[in-house]
């Protein structure tokens, strides 16, 4: 399965941004479907994650709140609203495959290209 994911950008503190990510074959028959990032020199981790084993959205704590995964298995694609975003939030955004509790500590089965999104103070 390859993941392509789009939408990052360049945005002032506070502001929103959606992120897409297609895949180019079932999302639904996995275990779960999330979203990575990795600032730079800094070790990747997990977001946000829609899990098909316990229909939950699972989300780390600092972005609680403000970050909502949603996907649409018809189209094979899944989405990052970030809303009130911080400084912190900068870093390249993946899509990624794999049992949410994994996915959560930085670990997938399949992953993509990322997107980058930079949040300016």
């Known amino acids: 399965v390859q993941l392509q994911a789009s939408g990052g950008g360049l945005v002032q503190t506070g502001r929103s941004l959606r992120l897409s990510c297609v895949a180019s074959?079932?999302?639904?028959?996995?275990?779960?479907v999330g979203w990575f990032r990795q600032a730079l020199g800094k070790s990747r981790e997990g977001v946000a994650c829609?899990?098909?084993?316990?229909?939950?959205?699972h989300y780390r704590d600092s972005v609680k709140d403000r970050f909502t995964i949603s996907v649409v298995n018809a189209n094979n694609t899944v989405y990052l609203q970030m809303n009130s975003l911080k400084p912190e939030d900068t870093a390249v955004y993946s899509c990624a495959l794999g049992p949410c509790k994994l996915l959560l500590l930085g670990v997938a089965e399949y992953w993509g290209r990322g997107t980058l999104v930079t949040v300016s103070s």
């Open positions: 074959g079932s999302i639904s028959q996995n275990y779960g």
């Open positions: 829609a899990s098909y084993q316990d229909g939950k959205d």
